[in-house]
Nanobody
């Protein structure tokens, strides 16, 4: 099993920045990729970005391209979020998978999920 714990969420004004962190523990040697999804009330979970364990591959959603940057250091994954917009308000979930999937942006591709951290962008 792999455990994921997020931190770094909070309240920020439009145009501001936040950095989310995710710590992986347990059977981390099984991890192929880690990343982030987000969800707002009444909507499905939305893929944000993901990175392979060795950092060679990165997947990202067009909606965050050039504003969000994912990075990895040992068992930590980070999501640097810049130029935040009110529509970025959501609960952000750290995810991990032990398998290379055909669609790494698909919510069903990740078997490990953190508890989530709230990001609120005010106008």
């Amino acid at each position: 099993q792999v455990q994921l714990v997020e931190s770094g969420g909070g309240l920020v004004q439009t145009g501001g920045s936040l950095r989310l962190s995710c710590a992986a523990s347990g059977r981390t040697f099984e991890i192929y990729s880690m990343g982030w999804f987000r969800q707002t009330p009444g909507k499905e979970r939305e893929f944000v970005e993901a990175i392979s364990w060795r950092g060679k591959n990165i997947w990202y959603a067009d909606s965050v391209k050039a504003r969000f940057t994912i990075s990895k250091d040992k068992n930590m994954v980070y999501l640097q979020m810049n130029s935040l917009k009110p529509e970025d308000t959501a609960v952000y979930y750290c995810v991990a998978t032990s398998v290379l999937r055909a669609a790494m942006t698909n919510v069903d591709s990740y078997e490990y999920w953190g508890q989530g951290t709230q990001v609120t962008v005010s106008t």
